[in-house]
């Protein structure tokens, strides 16, 4: 059987992905093929309780590489426990945030060097998608949705508005950087809107 696609969605707080990502995998699943929808940081028991200990918690808990090399030792276990064996045996994979929210928040965002986290995922996870959505959305009208939605998950909400600017400006170069992997999706309007420019891009 073929190898399945790997898709990921990325973009910065309240773009909307996650609604999408199950809208997609309907759309998907619904057309008789397997779909895989997961997210991260998680997707398995061990890289959820890594999670837990990202997301959570005052801003200063982490140092950026204590937060890169987390976020990489969650996606170690969750590229090979779910996302190869389920590209293995034929099925698309959908996964919400990836390695290019490693590289606009704890890049972009923390300031670490892009060659460095790339050079990391090469050697430890060592896959790239196929294909990557990158949700393009005014970074305060996405932080603001993000907010109001609340919850115990807003570790990273609490950084400075600069923060989310600087991650704001990666995800809207990387589609002009990475054509070749990378589209750009007009996050605004309604979700119905957002569904079709998807499909469309698909
Ligand atoms: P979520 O709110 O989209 O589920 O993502 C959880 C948070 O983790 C979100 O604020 C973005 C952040 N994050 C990183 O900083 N680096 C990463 O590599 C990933 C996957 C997420």
Known sequence: MARGRFIT??????????TQGRLLADAIGGRGHEVVLTREPGGTAGAEAIRGLLVTGDTARWAPWSEALLM???RVDHVARVIRPALARGAMVICDRYVDSTR??????????DAALTRLHDD????WPDLTLVFRLDAEAGL????QRGGAEARFEGFAGDFHARIAAFFAGLP???PARCRAIDASG?????????????
């Open 176 to 178: 002009g950087r990475e």
């Open 124 to 127: 430890a996870v060592g896959l």
């Open 104 to 113: 606009a928040y704890q890049g972009a965002g923390h300031g670490l060097d």
């Open 72 to 74: 990489t030792a969650a």
């Open 144 to 147: 603001a949705r993000a907010r």
């Open 190 to 202: 309604s979700v119905a809107d957002v569904h079709a420019r998807i499909m469309a891009a698909l």
């Open 9 to 18: 969605l990325e973009g910065g707080e309240g773009s909307g992905k996650s």
